[in-house]
């Protein structure tokens, strides 16, 4: 019978492809009918049990990775979906980050004790405006509130209201203008939608820097922060997503996959992908990073840490005839790990490779083979090898101050008496990422150690929940800190200092002159010279960031910058200056034979010397002396500093500067890349 179908509109056609008796010795026919079926329905077809009508059992079956009942589909599975740095695994709403950035009440509100005329609500109008207390007024008649009633005592249902609008519901507004006044009714927009919609409408990157400083990040609403698509997140291997998976630390991650439970089928799969997850977190659990969790950024990670995980690569290639240098691969590790990471370094040597540390731990110094002792002195007094040989015979080596303190011959000395707490910061309920609802008090007045195996939420404590909890009461921080009840005794500081190991600055102009502030008043000395004087020179001519006394040709870099297009780029001298900054008529002033940029290119030792006489120079001076960087240069760039370098150089910054008497220093491991003599004049400096 011929069947006539309508080109206009849309069918729904089943086609009868077979019917069988289900008995013994059908199996081949039944394949074959439902192979002809999906071929013509392109991977769909159904079965009827039982005669047709309304009490058979019909069943939707589909070849293609979707579900015939509510149309879900994915694509087929490939290694780039469970990547968040590829389009095709990672979330749509947050682009793969698990976070997205969104305006944060808390950093709105100023303070809550401030009512809204008296500007609690800064980012969204002066209180001088008229539109923004037109805005007030309007609000205040329509919501039922008094707007000079403190943020803090005003009802939920209103601080909604003005935050986040009215969400549908239309209120009476009043407008006054010259020609008249307005009278109408429509949704108030709220204060965090408007300022969301001048973000997203605004093209000036001051304003959208400016809006941001009001922003944090927010647990993305559609990944819950697992940074890939809900396709991804729902193929499961043995009940586990990979969200689950990553989640884990490295020693949770191996635990699990040595007891993975897969059955005859699935092990057959997966033997050779799951040996070499295996080996590789074996390889990661090796060099004492087990407790770090796969899913962690990389930008959290310790400068250690990191180079840790290259190290736990290079022993998965199994490479011999290698020579592999490590600078200071100790650092941030706890005595317990860092006997991990010798066995793993001594089993890269006996693959047939060599291994060169550049190291100050001594359990490392003791475990070498051979050891070569650099010195005398730092700077200007280094630069000879003053003992190499086995690590006896450092020890036994008089010239050699490395081998007189693993001698013993020479330690840092104990404080003979310990000093009484000037009173306690207390937290309780400690709960960010790690630490189980902990209490804790840090004595005040004292040197106070904080110390744990890698990875115990020493950093956690002290940096994201003390510091921040401190800077944001105390310092008025729009910083959050991390989760945790109370603190108590913050009435006894008034500043608190987190000196770090951050450059000091981004660009070869930061240097340690300008950054502790000693290049201040040695500029006020060349202006006071008879010379300048007649010039009429200021302060300015002797800096090399202004116009003036600077070379024009550098910009006061002493270097040029040369693009290269696909390459780094290439810096060469200055032909005008010759590398000096300056230009000739201001490097014609001179201070005892010396001229400005010959001043910076001094020691901190030879500058000390030199403005011997000078009190405000010579006490600046003699804080960096102090703490051991008697040995950079006044003008050296900050870029070629090391991460301990900077953050002495912060130190003797502060303790340059009038002392309270109430303020907190936090430093998070000063010690690294510093000698046994170097950590003895530091902790000198710390308890004085």
């Not at 923004?132 to 039922?144: C, P």
């Not at 770090?292 to 840790?308: F, H, K, P, V, Y």
Request: aromatic fraction near 8%; include cysteine; hydrophobic fraction near 35%.
């Amino acid at each position: 019978e011929e069947i006539r179908l309508d080109r206009k509109r849309a069918h729904s056609v089943e086609i009868i492809v077979d019917r069988i008796v289900v008995k013994d010795g059908v199996r081949s026919r039944l394949a074959e009918s439902i192979e002809a079926a999906m071929e013509i329905a392109e991977g769909l077809v159904t079965v009827v049990a039982g005669d047709p009508g309304p009490g058979a059992e019909e069943r939707l079956f589909s070849s293609k990775l979707s579900c015939p009942e509510c149309g879900v589909s994915i694509t087929e599975l490939s290694p780039r979906m469970f990547s968040f740095n590829s389009p095709y695994g990672a979330c749509p709403a947050c682009d793969g980050l698990g976070f997205i950035m969104q305006f944060d009440a808390e950093l709105i509100v100023s303070d809550s004790g401030r009512s809204l005329l008296d500007g609690v609500l800064e980012v969204w109008g002066k209180t001088t405006s008229y539109w923004y207390l037109e805005q007030i007024r309007n609000l205040e008649k329509s919501l039922g509130f008094d707007a000079s009633t403190p943020w803090k005592k005003l009802t939920k249902r209103v601080r909604d209201v003005i935050l986040y609008g009215s969400n549908g519901k239309k209120l009476n507004f009043r407008v006054k203008r010259d020609n008249g006044e307005y009278r109408f009714t429509r949704e108030f927009e709220g204060v965090i939608p408007g300022l969301h919609r001048r973000y997203m409408e605004t093209k000036s990157e001051e304003m959208r820097a400016w809006m941001e400083g009001y922003m944090s990040n927010a647990v993305c609403d559609t990944c819950g922060g697992k940074r890939l698509r809900p396709e991804s997140l729902a193929v499961k291997v043995a009940g586990y997503g990979i969200d689950e998976v990553t989640a884990r630390s490295i020693g949770e991650a191996r635990d699990l996959f040595d007891g993975l439970d897969l059955n005859e089928t699935e092990g057959k799969i997966a033997e050779q992908i799951v040996k070499e997850i295996r080996a590789r977190l074996r390889f990661l659990s090796d060099v004492g990073i087990d407790y770090i969790t796969l899913d962690r950024a990389a930008g959290t990670l310790s400068g250690g840490e990191s180079q840790r995980i290259r190290l736990a690569t290079q022993i998965g290639s199994s490479l011999t005839g290698v020579l592999y240098v490590l600078d200071e691969p100790s650092i941030g590790l706890h005595q317990r790990d860092n006997r991990k990471l010798l066995d793993t370094l001594k089993r890269l040597r006996d693959l047939g490779n060599t291994v060169i540390v550049v190291e100050h731990d001594e359990e490392t110094i003791r475990n070498a083979d051979h050891v070569v002792d650099l010195g005398p002195g730092a700077g200007l007094h280094g630069g000879y090898v003053v003992a190499q040989g086995t690590p006896e015979e450092i020890e036994g080596n008089p010239e050699s101050l490395t081998g007189r303190y693993m001698a013993g011959e020479e330690m840092i000395p104990l404080p003979a008496e310990r000093r009484e707490p000037a009173g306690f910061i207390e937290i309780r309920g400690a709960r960010e990422n790690n630490l189980k609802r902990i209490d804790v008090a840090f004595p005040l007045g004292v040197f106070c150690a904080v110390t744990g195996v890698s990875g115990s939420g020493k950093s956690t404590l002290v940096i994201e929940i003390l510091f921040k909890a401190l800077s944001s009461l105390v310092m008025k921080s729009k910083r959050g800190p991390g989760a945790f009840d109370t603190i108590t005794g913050v009435e006894n500081i008034d500043k608190v200092i987190d000196i770090d190991q951050s450059p000091i600055g981004r660009t070869p102009r930061s240097n340690p002159a300008t950054y502790t502030g000693v290049f201040t008043p040695i500029r006020d000395l060349y202006t006071r010279l008879p010379e300048s004087r007649m010039r009429g020179y200021k302060a300015g001519r002797f800096s090399f960031n202004v116009t003036g006394g600077r070379c024009e040709s550098c910009f006061g870099d002493g270097v040029k910058k040369i693009e290269m297009h696909f390459l780094p780029d290439v810096y060469i001298t200055c032909e005008v200056c010759k590398g000096r900054r300056y230009n000739h008529e201001t490097l014609e002033i001179r201070y005892k034979g010396k001229n400005i940029y010959e001043v910076l290119e001094m020691t901190v030792e030879e500058a000390l010397e030199f403005f011997g006489n000078v009190p405000a120079v010579k006490n600046r001076l003699d804080t960096l002396n102090r703490v051991g960087l008697g040995y950079i240069r006044l003008g050296q760039p900050a870029t070629t500093l090391s991460g301990g370098e900077a953050q002495r150089i912060k130190l003797s910054s502060e303790l340059s500067k009038r002392a309270t008497g109430r303020t907190l220093y936090l430093l998070d491991e000063p010690t690294t890349g510093l000698h046994f003599a170097d950590i003895r004049r530091l902790i000198e400096v710390l308890q004085s």
